[in-house]
Nanobody, 121 residues
């Protein structure tokens, strides 16, 4: 059982930056591909970014390419999401998730509780 805890959310003005962190415990972190998802009010949860077990490979939803960067530190059991040039449409609850499958899979086994990101215009 892997336990995930997100942090780093908050209120930021459009054009600003935030760095989300997700600390993992209860498993071998490097055995899991990691992903970030978000859910805005009234909308379905959507994929944002994913990273391979080693951190070598990443992928992003088109709407955040060039603005967001996912990274991981396997020694610290933590995955990050650096978010730059934030837009009001980035407002959502952001969740991290762990997958036993590859980083290109849409199958995730464990989820965090989420952290709120609000971008004001």
């Amino acid at each position: 059982q892997v336990h995930l805890v997100e942090s780093g959310g908050g209120l930021v003005q459009a054009g600003g930056s935030l760095r989300l962190s997700c600390a993992a415990s209860g498993g071998t972190f490097s055995n899991y591909a990691m992903g970030w998802f978000r859910q805005a009010p009234g909308k379905e949860r959507e994929f944002v970014a994913a990273i391979s077990r080693s951190g070598t490979n990443t992928r992003y939803v088109d709407s955040v390419k060039g603005r967001f960067t996912i990274s991981r530190d396997n020694a610290k059991n933590t995955v990050y999401l650096q978010m730059n040039s934030l837009k009001p449409e980035d407002t959502a609850v952001y969740y991290c998730a762990a997958s036993r499958f590859t980083y290109v899979s849409n199958r995730y086994d464990y989820w965090g509780q989420g952290t709120q990101v609000t971008v004001s215009s």
